[in-house]
């Protein structure tokens, strides 16, 4: 009798474990085994809500996985399946299960570049995000204005963040925050601002007139070895109380009734008061009219030594700068009265009138 007990209860350790070898087998199997050999690269996007066992599915429809239930099993062993990230990623045909959970549990999405240029304003930025798929233009904008957000951002009140949102390359994913970016771009910009303070030899303005002037000077400039000059022209012309009569200001004055940028101005718009047309008001504007890059930052507060008043465009990008208004006609008689083709050229070239000097 007890012979027999003994030989039952072998049977079963055997049996056992030939079932438990067998489970581990196959086990090792599936985590070993590769959907394919050929490396394809595939995106695979994890949206909020979406359950593992879908995830699961999915890959294996995609030729991710081998077996979508072992996947899911093997996720439930490890403990993993609640750290699922939301996020797009770069997954391979040939990866093992083990590497694609940990790819989609990593939270390290794909990320594309989000290059803002120097001179753009908040409106053609927040149209730039919503072109590539970031966001709305709307919520951009909303932000950008949000009082809240910009008290604890810059630390004091302003209407924007115009002038504040630094131009550079920004590695975004599908489902980066609209505040994470803009909080970064104004992070960025008062590093870049500190450092550029630095070396600045004019230190009798406020920080939003550095950043109003340098967006000004920005959005003047074709060479960009003229801004130095370019800014001596805006200085020279401030201490004299002239009225700084630039475009962009215009342009820009024009953008808040409208709510985007339109580049074509005409007489009635020089002659429309808004706060920003520089040709109505005297000194700076309230405010930037665009985001400047570094090097406008630091012509702002280091400008070329000059008596330059004046600046006529050559139509190449440089400019003809004149201490005059004398010297000025006969380079506006030069590069743009005489030019045949006006087109995209302001009415102001042709009517120069020395009770308001111009200087472009």
Do not use: C
């Amino acid at each position: 009798m007890k012979k027999t007990i003994l030989v039952l209860i072998l049977a079963v350790v055997i049996l056992l474990a030939s079932v438990g070898g067998g489970v581990a087998y196959l086990a090792y199997q599936f985590t070993n085994s590769r959907p394919s050999d050929v490396a394809q690269d595939v995106v695979y996007e994890v949206t909020p809500g979406k359950g593992f066992a879908t995830i699961a599915k999915e890959l294996e429809e995609k030729g991710l996985v081998k077996n979508a239930t072992f996947f899911n099993l093997f996720a439930r062993f490890k403990g993993d399946r609640s750290k699922i990230k939301v996020g797009e990623y770069l997954l391979r045909t040939n990866m093992i299960p083990t590497e694609v959970l940990e790819a989609i549990t990593s939270g390290k999405s794909i990320a594309r570049s989000f290059t803002v240029s120097e001179g753009l304003s908040t409106y053609e930025i927040a149209e730039l995000y919503e072109k590539q798929g970031f966001g709305t233009a709307e919520s951009f904008m909303a932000l950008v204005r949000d009082p809240a957000l910009i008290q604890s951002l810059l630390g004091e009140k302003a209407d924007s963040l115009e002038g504040y949102l630094f131009p550079e390359t920004y590695m975004l994913t599908k489902y980066t925050d609209t505040k994470t970016l803009i909080s970064n771009m104004v992070k960025r910009f008062l590093y870049v601002y500190n450092e550029v303070m630095a070396q600045a030899e004019i230190r009798s303005m406020t920080r939003n007139q550095v950043v109003t002037l340098a967006s000004i000077i920005e959005k003047e400039t074709g060479a960009p070895e003229e801004r130095p000059l370019i800014s001596s022209v805006f200085h020279n012309r401030l201490a004299k109380k002239m009225r700084l009569q630039t475009d962009p200001t215009v342009i820009y004055g024009k953008a808040e009734a409208l709510g985007k940028i339109v580049i074509n101005i005409t007489r009635a718009d020089l002659q429309t008061p808004t706060r920003y047309n520089t040709y109505v008001i005297y000194g700076l504007p309230p405010g930037p009219i665009a985001n400047p890059g570094r090097e406008a930052i630091l012509a702002a507060v280091k400008p070329q030594e000059s008596q330059y008043l004046f600046f006529v465009s050559q139509n190449d990008g440089t400019h003809v700068f004149s201490e005059d208004y004398k010297g000025h006609q006969r380079a506006v008689q030069k590069f743009q009265l005489d030019r045949k083709a006006r087109e995209g050229k302001s009415w102001r070239d042709l009517q120069k009138r020395p009770s308001t000097p111009d200087k472009n």
